[in-house]
């Protein structure tokens, strides 16, 4: 179940349209919510839970260079349910695992106040409050805390919640990594020279 409120902070979670921006890890306010029409609710209550899954969102995007939608404010776009199918097993009395496919029909959305390094890559944010303590399961490494401190334009608009281990910053990436970038390098000054022989050869001709 999905919580939605006029003025919801959310983020698309999967690529919906992309000549719209509607992509994945794109963000937005929501600014209307079109109910399904054998929807019954009352608009005195505060809180409603729905019967059926909304026809659409309005979504304000933070950014998009889309064209305006006819009939809609600038950078507003709508988001509609989509349908996932995925694939189960469930233990049987003979003790068999068939397979059985499930659909999903939901809004492509989540609350977006809050989210990872991960979904905030090549996005330049206002404002930013950055958690790089360690988490309860797993770690952080090299690539988390960059992508994390530097999503913000500057020291201004960047906050951290909490105190950090400063044994973080001084970790060292894997051996695979290292050798990885060495042989990319090595790659490049085989590709430049052969680039070099192949210029020579056609001034030549």
């Not at 839970?49 to 709508?78: F, M, Q, R, W």
Request: aromatic letters at 4%; proline letters at 5%; glycine letters at 6%.
């Amino acid at each position: 179940m999905i919580e939605l409120a006029l003025g919801m902070k959310v983020m698309v979670t999967t690529n919906v349209e992309t000549d719209l921006d509607i992509t994945n890890g794109a963000r937005g306010t929501i600014v209307d919510i079109i109910l399904h029409p054998d929807e019954e609710y009352s608009k005195d209550k505060q809180e409603v839970v729905l019967k059926h899954v909304p026809l659409y969102l309005l979504v304000k995007l933070d950014c998009t260079c889309a064209t305006p939608l006819k009939g809609l404010e600038e950078a507003v776009i709508p988001v509609e349910p989509a349908t996932k199918s995925m694939q189960i097993r469930i233990v049987d009395e003979d003790g068999n695992q068939p397979h059985h496919t499930v659909k999903r029909r939901q809004l492509p959305v989540t609350a977006a106040y809050t989210f990872t390094d991960y979904r905030s890559q090549g996005q330049t944010i206002p404002h930013v409050i950055v958690d790089i303590a360690t988490p309860p399961t797993g770690g952080l490494n090299l690539f988390n805390l960059y992508v994390a401190l530097s999503r913000s334009s500057g020291r201004s608009t960047i906050r951290l919640l909490r105190s950090f281990d400063d044994k973080l910053f001084q970790a060292s990436h894997t051996a695979e990594l290292l050798g990885e970038d060495d042989r990319l390098k090595e790659l490049d000054a085989k590709s430049q020279k052969e680039w070099e022989r192949m210029e020579r050869g056609r001034a030549n001709r």
